[in-house]
């Protein structure tokens, strides 16, 4: 069962995943998609890391900033729903920043290759996945040519993997709702 998380920065999207894990869940996986590139990034990356391992929680933690939908994939392998791990990745629209990183330059279709396979690893993860993401769009329009990509690749990323999660939850001020059951279908 795939659940996605959204909401803005410090939002309380990332503290809600986890809590959300530890309930459904003995231990997990945390793949992290960041990538350190400078000092403050570092220290909050180790605090991050403290913090769950002072949580009494048994968090397994893995960085995999571009190679995601193979890892997912991999990690499915061989399970069945109740055998397979559980995952948290946080956070999808990071992943999605160094895919773009990495592909500035390359035909659309690259890209669009790239969100298909995460589209398709969600969709065939036999166990409980869950996703964070940043919702995106509720800002301004982005001055630059790439902030603009990115921010579309995102509402697509986002809108796609929304379709195929069983639960869906927005979080701001740290209320976590879940829209899913409170959607309305035309």
């Known amino acids: 069962m795939s659940v996605l998380v959204t909401g803005g920065a410090r939002s309380g999207k990332s503290s809600f995943a986890e809590r959300l894990c530890m309930q459904r869940s003995s231990e997990a996986w945390y793949v992290a998609t960041a990538q350190a590139y400078d000092d403050e990034m570092r220290e909050r990356i180790a605090m991050h890391r403290k ?19 193979a890892l997912i994939q991999q990690m499915g392998e061989g399970h069945t729903g ?16 160094n895919v773009l990183l990495a ?10 290759g790239h969100l298909d396979a995460l589209v398709e690893a969600v969709q065939t993860y036999p166990g409980l996945l869950v ?9 301004i329009v982005p001055e630059y040519k790439l902030g603009r990509v990115y921010r579309d690749l995102a509402g697509v990323l986002n809108q796609r993997i929304a379709a195929i999660c069983r639960e869906v939850f927005l979080v701001t ?4 709702i ?3 059951s409170k959607e309305y279908r035309l």
Not at 82 to 97: F, N, R
Request: a negative charge.
């Open 51 to 69: 913090q769950r391992e002072e949580s009494g929680y048994l968090w397994r933690t893995m960085e995999e900033p571009l190679a995601l939908p």
């Open 82 to 97: 109740t055998s397979a791990p559980t995952i948290l990745v946080d956070c999808l629209t990071l992943w999605l920043t």
């Open 103 to 112: 592909h500035e330059h390359d035909e659309g279709h690259v890209l669009q």
């Open 131 to 139: 996703l964070v993401t940043n919702e995106v769009g509720d800002g």
């Open 173 to 176: 001020v740290g209320i976590p």
């Open 178 to 180: 879940e829209l899913k």
